[in-house]
């Protein structure tokens, strides 16, 4: 069963960076692709980027092209989303997920951390 704590939320100023932390503290986290992905108030939970299981793909939407980077440490067994130039209309909450190839299908999600940029 992967089980996914995600860290590194919080409140910053627009063009700042932070960088989002999510540990599995599972066994199965190498046989997944892993995804990050959010949901601000009011709106549906958006696919923001993913990671393939070999670490070697990557894909992201394309409101966070350029300035968002996923990577993955299997010696840690955690996938980070590195976020740079904040904007706004970023905020949400941000959830890891370990997901099928197309990255999109998730088969497990974790329980969230919020992000907050203020202009």
């Known amino acids: 069963q992967v089980q996914l704590v995600e860290s590194g939320g919080g409140l910053v100023q627009a063009g700042d960076s932070l960088r989002l932390s999510c540990a599995d503290s599972?066994?199965?986290?190498?046989?997944?692709?892993m995804g990050w992905f959010r949901q601000a108030p009011g709106k549906e939970r958006e696919f923001v980027a993913g990671?393939?299981?070999?670490?070697?793909?990557?894909s992201y939407a394309d409101s966070v092209k350029g300035r968002f980077s996923i990577s993955r440490d299997y010696a840690k067994s955690t996938v980070y989303l590195q976020m740079n130039s904040l904007k706004p209309e970023d905020t949400a909450v941000y959830y890891c997920?370990?997901?099928?190839?197309?990255?999109?299908?998730?088969?497990?999600w974790g329980k969230g951390t919020l992000v907050t940029v203020s202009s």
């Open positions: 599972g066994r199965t986290f190498s046989g997944y692709a």
């Open positions: 990671v393939s299981w070999s670490g070697e793909s990557t």
């Open positions: 997920a370990a997901v099928r190839r197309d990255y999109k299908s998730v088969d497990f």
